[in-house]
């Protein structure tokens, strides 16, 4: 059973950076995709960056030159630190990761962490 634990979130200010980490119970490496997505309320859950195997990595356009997601296979985990936040990135931030096979798709998500940003 594959777990993801998400780690860092927290209050900062307009302007300020905090970093998310999310820590696998397997290699980061054997996933197909790896990544964030965030849910504020009363909106749907969407995507924030993604790591995805053999193509290129995939950002959010409102998040794009602000975030950077990396991971780190000694530690098994992935990390998104976030530079110049915004009110609007106030959501729940969560770990995804799948794996792909022969017709189906397996997803594992973590519990999720509050980031919140004040004006």
């Known amino acids: 059973q594959v777990q993801l634990v998400e780690s860092g979130g927290g209050l900062v200010q307009t302007g300020g950076s905090l970093s998310l980490s999310c820590a696998a119970s397997?290699?980061?490496?054997?996933?197909?995709?790896i990544g964030w997505y965030r849910q504020a309320p009363g909106k749907q859950r969407e995507l924030v960056a993604e790591?995805?195997?053999?193509?290129?990595?995939a950002y959010a356009d409102s998040v794009k030159g602000r975030f950077t997601i990396s991971r780190d296979n000694a530690k098994n985990t992935v990390d998104l630190q976030m530079n110049s936040l915004k009110p609007e990135d106030t959501a729940v931030y969560y770990c995804?990761?799948?794996?792909?096979?022969?017709?189906?798709?397996?997803?594992?998500w973590g519990q999720g962490t509050q980031v919140t940003v004040s004006s």
């Open positions: 995804n990761a799948y794996s792909l096979g022969l017709g189906y798709e397996r997803d594992y």
């Open positions: 397997r290699s980061v490496f054997s996933f197909d995709g």
């Open positions: 790591l995805r195997s053999g193509e290129p990595t």
